[in-house]
């Protein structure tokens, strides 16, 4: 028994040092992407006007989103409109990149289009991805109407028949 008890400890030893280290890797993985991110977010500046407007853009666009959430159809341009945008990324950051001094302060276009990736790109999929779920829920409605409908007309033959 006490061989047991002896291996057991030993075996809750290795895990508590296990998840120690692993604790300690996951807090200073995140730290450096934490600091990037604050970094990348600092350099900008958030006043330029270019910027302002790109972000009430988005702004208006979830806005629609929200608004039109009953219309499928409607959404369903939505969809396509935000993710032709994101089709067209690279060639807008391009361009931009071109032009940049007649309305920007600094150069954010970069040839990897990380920058505009993040601030175009990102938030157009993410309203493509709410346009996305908003339509899987409102076809798992509709088949749930369906059903009960078809539910209803058999309940209806299946007392014509008894009659």
């Known amino acids: ?3 047991i008890r002896s291996a057991m400890e030993e075996h809750m030893n290795q895990m508590s040092d296990l998840i120690q280290k692993l604790s300690g890797e996951l807090r200073s993985g995140f730290g450096p992407a934490y600091d990037n991110f604050i970094g990348f ?3 900008i500046d958030w006043k330029e006007p270019w910027l302002m407007g790109l972000l009430g853009f988005h702004f208006l666009l979830l806005l629609t989103f929200i608004l039109s959430r009953k219309h499928v159809n409607f959404q369903m341009g939505l ?5 032709s ?3 067209l990324a690279e060639r807008l950051n391009r361009f931009l990149g071109n032009h940049w001094q007649s309305f920007a302060t600094q150069n954010y276009f970069d ?3 990380i920058f505009f990736s993040v601030l175009w790109s990102g938030p157009l999929l993410i309203i493509a991805m709410l346009i996305l779920i ?3 829920f409102s076809l798992c409605h509709l088949i749930v109407r369906w059903k009960r409908a078809e539910l209803r007309h058999r309940a209806r033959i299946a007392e014509k028949k008894a009659d």
Do not use: S
Request: aromatic share 16%; no cysteine.
């Open 111 to 113: 040839p990897l289009g």
């Open 41 to 43: 977010f600092h350099a």
């Open 1 to 3: 028994m006490e061989e």
């Open 79 to 83: 969809f396509l409109l935000a993710l």
């Open 85 to 87: 945008g994101v089709y």
């Open 134 to 136: 908003n339509t899987l």
